[in-house]
Nanobody, 122 residues
């Protein structure tokens, strides 16, 4: 079993940056695909980014390409989401998750963090 703890959220102005972290317990983090999702108030959860277990493959949803970067440090059992040029529409609770398949579908993920709030003011 893997336990995930999200952190790094906060309130920033439009154009600002944040780095979210996803700290994993257990020794099997490196064998999982890591994904980031977000859910805004009144909206469904949506896929944001994904990175393979080795870090050699990534993918992003179109509306964050060029602004967000997903990364991981398996030696530290930690994943990251670097967010630049933030916009008000990026406001949401962000969740990290791990699973076995390289997929943007939330149902493919086995373990989830508790979420961290990101708020972007205009």
């Amino acid at each position: 079993q893997v336990q995930l703890v999200d952190s790094g959220g906060g309130l920033v102005q439009t154009g600002g940056s944040l780095r979210l972290s996803c700290a994993a317990s257990g020794r099997t983090f490196s064998s999982y695909v890591l994904g980031w999702f977000r859910q805004a108030p009144g909206k469904e959860r949506e896929f944001v980014a994904i990175i393979s277990w080795s870090g050699d493959r990534t993918d992003y949803v179109d509306f964050v390409k060029g602004r967000f970067t997903i990364s991981r440090d398996n030696a530290k059992n930690t994943g990251y989401l670097h967010m630049n040029n933030l916009k008000p529409e990026d406001t949401a609770v962000y969740y990290c998750a791990v699973g076995r398949r390289f997929s943007g579908y939330g149902t493919e993920y086995d373990y989830w963090g508790q979420g961290t709030q990101v708020s972007v003011s205009s």
